[in-house]
């Protein structure tokens, strides 16, 4: 947190980290009126933006690693600014874990990432909306499948595909669809790191299919933006890409 005596910023008047990473003014006011991005907009590349908002993850998770956190954007400034509107720079689909906040394991603040949980990261059709409406109408390039350390969603299915446990309830239906990564991880004398390989397959696997689901998301694809698999350690809090 800011110390005590610090100045409260004031937003910016200037350009916005959104346009830095490669919002053109037309599309800015797209966002802003909720309006459809223009034709113009459409044919753009959005792999510059990509690029740039997945730097700016990484370069916020080693800050997280190294306990040098800014912890931006949380002034009360900030939060009024955001009543105008949105502009987050990244979705981020992550498991419901309490262990796994995007915000934090990024270093983000209000209004910087698009954040979607369920347990897994299981895909169904709200969580495929949601992820559509970032794309379509908050013109965001990177989306990403974050998957975590000890996942208690992949650590069940692999419980049941093993025999060792039951799924009952709603659960069952979180264990049908982790099963596939389950059953095609190749298995590993070593417990753990046979459960990590999972959860980094869940992760790969949700990736590829929000593609294969959603035709927003894979015509954004087509212009440039990025749908990619993470998974994050619980003990040292790396991010490491798949």
Request: proline residues 5%; aromatic residues 4%; hydrophobic residues 45%.
């Amino acid at each position: 947190m800011r110390t005590a005596g610090q100045p409260v910023p004031t937003p910016s008047t200037g350009p916005s980290r959104r346009s830095l990473l490669g919002l053109g003014a037309g599309a800015g006011l797209a966002l802003a009126t909720g309006a459809a991005p223009s034709a113009a907009r459409a044919e753009e590349s959005l792999a510059p933006a990509a690029r740039r908002a997945q730097r700016v993850l990484r370069a916020g998770n080693a800050r997280f690693v190294g306990g040098e956190q800014r912890h931006p954007h949380e002034s009360l400034a900030w939060r009024r600014s955001l009543a105008e509107g949105q502009h987050p720079i990244a979705v981020v689909l992550g498991c419901a874990d309490s262990r796994a906040t995007p915000e934090l394991v990024f270093d983000e603040g209000l209004g910087d990432l698009f954040v979607v949980r369920s347990a897994g990261e299981v895909l169904d059709d709200a969580v495929i909306g949601s992820i559509e409406y970032a794309v379509e109408h908050l013109g965001i390039a990177l989306v990403v499948v974050l998957g975590h350390a000890d996942c208690g969603a992949v650590g069940a299915t692999v419980d049941v595909v093993r025999g060792d446990a039951e799924a009952t309830g709603f659960v069952s239906s979180l264990v049908r669809s982790i099963e596939p990564a389950v059953l095609t991880t190749p298995e590993d004398d070593d417990d753990v790191a046979f459960r990590a390989a999972c959860v980094a397959e869940q992760a790969r696997r949700t990736a590829a299919i929000l593609q294969e689901r959603s035709v927003v998301v894979r015509d954004a694809v087509g212009r440039g933006a990025r749908v990619v698999g993470a998974t994050y350690a619980l003990a040292d809090g790396r991010v490491s890409w798949l």
